[in-house]
C-alpha cells in the first residue's frame, strides 16, 4: 500500500492562489497513477486532476482545467496540486490518492474505486 499525506490547506479569498502537496511512500507497478479528489461540504467526493506516472501526462476535470495544475517531484516523492483563480465553489477537503489504471482515459481516472490507498485530506476554504 502507498502511505499518503497531504497539507498546505488554507483559507484564501476569491481570485487567489494556493499550492497543496501530498507526500507519499514508495508505490511498486500495482500504481500507476496518482491523483486528487475533492469533497466539498455536503456533497461527494469527486476527481479534480490526475497524472499517469508512466507517461507523465496530466488529465483534469473540466470545471479546473486552466485553473489548477497537478504535478509531480519524484526524487523527493511528493504530489503537488497548484491552484489559481480560485472561487467560493473551490472550498472542500482536498485528498490525494493512489491507484492503477486498466486505461489512462479520464472516465477511468474520475472513479474512486479505481484508488486504494488515500490520505486523510486537507481543507481548502475560498471567500
Known amino acids: 500500500h502507498v502511505q499518503l499525506v497531504e497539507s498546505g490547506g488554507d483559507s484564501v479569498q476569491t481570485g487567489g492562489s494556493l499550492t497543496i502537496s501530498c507526500v507519499y511512500s514508495d508505490y511498486t507497478t500495482t500504481t500507476n497513477t496518482l491523483a486528487w479528489f475533492r469533497q466539498p461540504p455536503g456533497k461527494k467526493r469527486e476527481a479534480v486532476a490526475a497524472?499517469?506516472?508512466?507517461?507523465?501526462?496530466?488529465a483534469y476535470n473540466p470545471s479546473v482545467e486552466g485553473r489548477f495544475t497537478i504535478s509531480q517531484d519524484h526524487a523527493k516523492k511528493i504530489l503537488y496540486l497548484k491552484m489559481t483563480s480560485q472561487k467560493p465553489d473551490d472550498t472542500a477537503t482536498y485528498y490525494c490518492?493512489?491507484?492503477?489504471?486498466?486505461?489512462?482515459?479520464?472516465?477511468?481516472?474520475?472513479?474512486?474505486?479505481?484508488?486504494?490507498?488515500w490520505g486523510q485530506g486537507t481543507q481548502v476554504t475560498v471567500s
Open positions: 497524472i499517469y506516472l508512466n507517461r507523465g501526462t496530466q
Open positions: 490518492a493512489a491507484g492503477f489504471l486498466a486505461v489512462y482515459i479520464w472516465g477511468l481516472a474520475a472513479k474512486e474505486s479505481e484508488y486504494s490507498d
